[in-house]
T-cell receptor, first 118, second 112 residues
Framework: AAGVIQSPRHLIKEKRETATLKCYPI?????VYWYQQGPGQDPQFLIS???????DKGSIPDRFSAQQFSDYHSELNMSSLELGDSALYFC?????????????????FGEGSRLTVL | GQQVMQIPQYQHVQEGEDFTTYCNSS?????IQWYKQRPGGHPVFLIQ?????EVKKQKRLTFQFGEAKKNSSLHITATQTTDVGTYFC????????????FGTGTLLAVQP
């Protein structure tokens, strides 16, 4: 079965550079979530989109922006990268937003994109 | 703010022993989910609990949701080496929110 696809899987950037992560949700899934996970840490919620509109926002730095496109894929743009941005970035998708009636609630996670900032 | 804490942070057991992780939210939850993340892997959904006092079982795993919908637990009976990983609870607070708040996680190590 098709899963959530994230690219690139690994990237290395210098401080102050920019990076773009891409996420392709499971077909028919209309909701995308972005999480950041540092080493040994829990996933921290960054932002979510439902039907191409931002649906919730967490601890996402102002240097980061994201959007969901008409084909439901999403991109996370990170600028002025800092050493502390080094982490694993997960994208997850679901069918329907979390509060929708009948939503099973399950988030399907991609394999993640590992960002290293030098 | 909304916070979800888990204890213990780390648990090392002998294969065949039982294991329990506890999850506590600072405020009432709409529902709670549990995920397992293997080392080097991504979180994988295990279950969702919605009702106050709900108990669900999946083979050797038993999940409970507290009466006040602020805490939850995961109990594994007779652990196996395949149970190794980090177990996260993740809370959904309802309303206009569209996010899961992950707990701090419990890393389970199982010695054969």
């Amino acid at each position: 079965a098709a899963g959530v696809i994230q690219s690139p899987r690994h990237l290395i950037k210098e401080k102050r550079e920019t990076a773009t992560l891409k996420c392709y949700p499971i077909p028919r899934h209309d909701t995308v979530y972005w999480y950041q996970q540092g080493p040994g840490q829990d996933p921290q919620f960054l932002i979510s989109f439902y039907e191409k509109m931002q649906s919730d926002k967490g601890s996402i730095p102002d240097r980061f922006s994201a959007q969901q496109f008409s084909d439901y894929h999403s991109e996370l743009n990170m600028s002025s990268l800092e050493l502390g941005d080094s982490a694993l970035y997960f994208c997850a998708s679901s069918l329907g937003s979390m509060g929708q009636l009948g939503n099973t609630g399950e988030l399907f996670f991609g394999e993640g994109s590992r960002l290293t900032v030098l | 703010g909304q916070q979800v804490m888990q204890i213990p942070q780390y648990q090392h057991v002998q294969e065949g022993e039982d294991f329990t992780t506890y999850c506590n939210s600072s405020t009432t939850l709409s529902n709670i989910q549990w995920y397992k993340q293997r080392p080097g892997g991504h979180p994988v959904f295990l279950i969702q609990l919605v009702k106050s006092g709900e108990v669900k079982k999946q083979k050797r795993l038993t999940f409970q949701f507290g009466e006040a919908k602020k805490n939850s637990s995961l109990h594994i009976t007779a652990t196996q080496t395949t149970d190794v990983g980090t177990y996260f609870c993740a809370g959904y607070y309802g309303g206009a929110t569209n996010k899961l708040i992950f707990g701090t996680g419990t890393l389970l190590a199982v010695q054969p």
